[in-house]
Every structure is written in structure tokens, then in C-alpha cells.
């Protein structure tokens, strides 16, 4: 699947839809899920165009790769899930859910963060 830069994140990403980012640094953005599946649900964004996580392993280095995963655990610490437990949940390709062609990273907990 070639990579839709009209996708809801890319646009978010662009500034061209407002956000509020709580965590940014060189490889991601994450933001609170609009429509929340959890007391906390917050989505990880790496920063570059991938369609899904397939596409990103293909197409990242190691180092990116190695990256964008610490982001989605340094996330969980700034929420302050860790001890409570949380999910990481990443829907690849329509049939499996995923509703946005922009790789991403559901993290998910019961705890409020
Ligand atoms: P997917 O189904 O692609 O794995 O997840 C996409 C997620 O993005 C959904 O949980 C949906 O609620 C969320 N979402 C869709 N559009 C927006 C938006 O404009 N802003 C935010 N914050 N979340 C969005």
C-alpha cells in the first residue's frame, strides 16, 4: 500500500489539524486518542511516513526502530502506567482494524494517567 499523506496523523504531524502533543522528540509525537477504548489511551506516532508496522520494518534502520520502541515505553513511564500494566496494541492493514494509514502505537491501560 503506497503511503496516503492525506491520512488524519500526517496532517496532525504537518500542524495542519490542531493537537496536543504530551510527548515529541525527533521520532515521535504521542497524543490522547479521540475516542478513548481505555481510561488512558494515548497513540505513539513516529514522525516518518510508514503505512504500518510491516512497511517500518522494511524500510527503518535498527536505529530508528530502536527509538520509536523506547518512545513507546518512555510514554508509559510519563503516563505512569508501568505499574498499573498497560497494552500496546498496533493494527496492521483494514482488516485487522487499522482505520488510519499512519503507523502508530495504541498504549492502553485501565489506570487513569
Ligand atoms: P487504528 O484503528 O488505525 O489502529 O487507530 C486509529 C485511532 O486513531 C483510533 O483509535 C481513533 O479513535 C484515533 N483517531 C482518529 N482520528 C483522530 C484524530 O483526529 N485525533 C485523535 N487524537 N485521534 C484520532
Redesign the pocket.
Known amino acids: 500500500m503506497a503511503y496516503d499523506s492525506d491520512n488524519?496523523?500526517a496532517k496532525?504531524l504537518r500542524g495542519e489539524?490542531p493537537?496536543d502533543f504530551i510527548y515529541e522528540d525527533a521520532y515521535v509525537v504521542a497524543?490522547?486518542?479521540?475516542?478513548p477504548?481505555a481510561p488512558t489511551?494515548v497513540?505513539v506516532v513516529p514522525k516518518k511516513a510508514y503505512t504500518d508496522l510491516n512497511d517500518f520494518m522494511q524500510k527503518a534502520d535498527a536505529d530508528e526502530v530502536y527509538h520509536v520502541m523506547q518512545d513507546v515505553t518512555k510514554v508509559a513511564a510519563q503516563l505512569d502506567v508501568v505499574k498499573a500494566g498497560y497494552r500496546v496494541?498496533?493494527?496492521v492493514g483494514a482488516g485487522a482494524?487499522?482505520?488510519?494509514?499512519h503507523l502508530?502505537f495504541?498504549i492502553l491501560s485501565n489506570k487513569e494517567a
Open positions: 488524519v496523523f496532525i489539524i493537537s497524543f490522547y486518542d479521540i475516542r477504548k489511551h497513540l496494541v498496533v493494527n482494524g487499522q482505520e488510519v494509514p502508530h495504541h
